[in-house]
């Protein structure tokens, strides 16, 4: 019995070896495979469904909201003061995206256009697409700056064909004509006789050129040949920079195409991306750690250089002419309309421009845009990019629409891009790219633990086992000390009388 327990205890001392051993090799090997696995699983493959699909079709639910600056005092801004505000909204729309044309290449990379449809949410809203809200006319008031600098006798004419047309300095649409636009007899007019000078064609509408849309033809790295480069821009219209800006450095189409980045990343991580309705590329910066339902992420959110103007960021110099920091000059991609980028109310940007508008509020939590990131594998768990569109308004001699309205930066509105993973696709992402690498790089652990407890009882058992056997033996030996000695005797008494018989002889 003590000889089988002996070797039982032997036996566990082996597994317990083993699994320190297996447990060692998957600490090294552990990593490797993770890693492999992310790798496959974030490559832009077909084979892999659901991150293709994830990059496909955009599975989440995404919602653009808008809010508009409602004009409360449109007769004293003619008349030189300052302008005074009210935000109205939000207007929620769901965002669908689709790509289309999908065409793999050999170099590794891949061809796509995405397009874009918006149907509104009356359920999310503060109220109905027929809301009227009154805003600066910016058929009047850019085209004024606009053409500023032609002859006098010119600007008189233009100021003449905005009465012939009745139109104002102001103008107060529904939500719905602002967005996507309302028939204007003035468009047509100037566009058929004075071509280019205004930002639109048809129907005029803020939003016009979003719905039904695409983001032009996006080609980008699919990572099969170097998963760091994955989702990177190739090029965007066949072009690998642009021409709108003074500087090459702004010129760059940098990182990709703002949905999803390459895996591996660490607190030293940056998310470059170009955006084409910005016309530039851009980039966030680590803000912190968090956790969503279990999943860790990095916070990035926009570094305060991101519309700082030339003065104050030497490398955003190629981005000028420019004004306050804190405005993104677009006006070299939008029909040379002065119209200006920036955060919500303000948010990060000169105080000048803050005073220079009754009725804003800026807060980080309310108006600051961020991503967060899995950065294992670089998808976006929670994303809530927020903009404001801005018109640069002013007096212009020769065009009396214009009143007396002092140099001002004016809000029009803000939009809120947000979406989050939920539903099965979170659970599917959970379990394949969290889960099962959790419970890879906890097992390791588990087995050199339980390995090395294994051998420590085993060998204690074993020991134990030892000494009872070996204490066995010698109770034995002491409990039948007359047998012992009755063997020596008669031992002695055959050697005596082999002696005698041989003295006889």
Known sequence: MGVNKAKLTAGFIVAGVL?????????????????????????????????????????????????????????????????????????????????????????????????????????????????????????????????????????????????????????????????????????????????????????????????????????????????????????????????????????????????MWPPFMTTESTLPFYSPDACRSLELVYQRPGEMLGIPLYRFVAPKTMFANGSEYEPNQGFCPCRQSGLLNVSTCRHNSPVFISHPHFFNADPVLLDSVLGLNPTEEEHGLFIDIHPLTGVPLNVSIRLQLNLYIKRVSGITETGKISEVVMPLLWFEENGYIDGPILNTFRTNLVVLPAVMEYLQYILIALGLLTVIVASVVHHKVKRSLNAAEISSVTENPGASANGQVKGSHGSQEKSLSAAEK
């Open 19 to 259: 699994m320190v051993f297996f447990g060692t090799v998957l600490v090294f090997v552990g990593p490797i495979v993770i890693d492999d696995q992310v790798e496959k699983n974030t490559m832009i493959d077909p084979k892999n469904d659901m991150s293709y699909t994830m990059w496909k079709d955009l599975p989440v639910p995404f919602f653009m909201s808008v809010y508009f600056f409602h004009v409360l005092n449109p007769e004293e801004l003619l008349n030189g003061e300052k302008p005074m505000v009210e935000q109205r909204g939000p207007y929620v729309y769901r965002k669908s995206c689709q790509k289309e044309n999908i065409t793999f290449h050999p170099n590794f990379t891949v061809s796509y256009r995405e397009f874009r449809t918006y149907h509104f949410e009356p359920s999310m809203s503060v109220g109905n697409e027929s809301d009227l809200v009154t805003v600066p006319n910016m058929l009047v008031l850019s085209a004024a700056v606009m053409m500023e600098k032609l002859p006098f006798a010119l600007r008189l004419l233009i100021s003449a064909t905005f009465k012939t047309f009745n139109e104002g300095p102001f103008l107060t649409k529904t939500v719905g004509e602002l967005m996507w636009g309302y028939d204007s007899k003035l468009v047509d007019f100037l566009n058929q006789y004075l071509p280019g000078m205004l930002p639109a064609s048809g129907k005029f509408g803020l939003f016009a050129e979003f719905n039904n849309s695409n983001t032009g033809l996006f080609t980008v790295n699919t990572g099969k040949d170097d998963i760091k480069k994955v989702h990177r821009v190739d090029s965007w219209n066949g072009l690998t920079e642009l021409s709108y800006w003074r500087s090459p450095q702004c010129n760059m189409i940098n990182g990709t195409a703002g949905q």
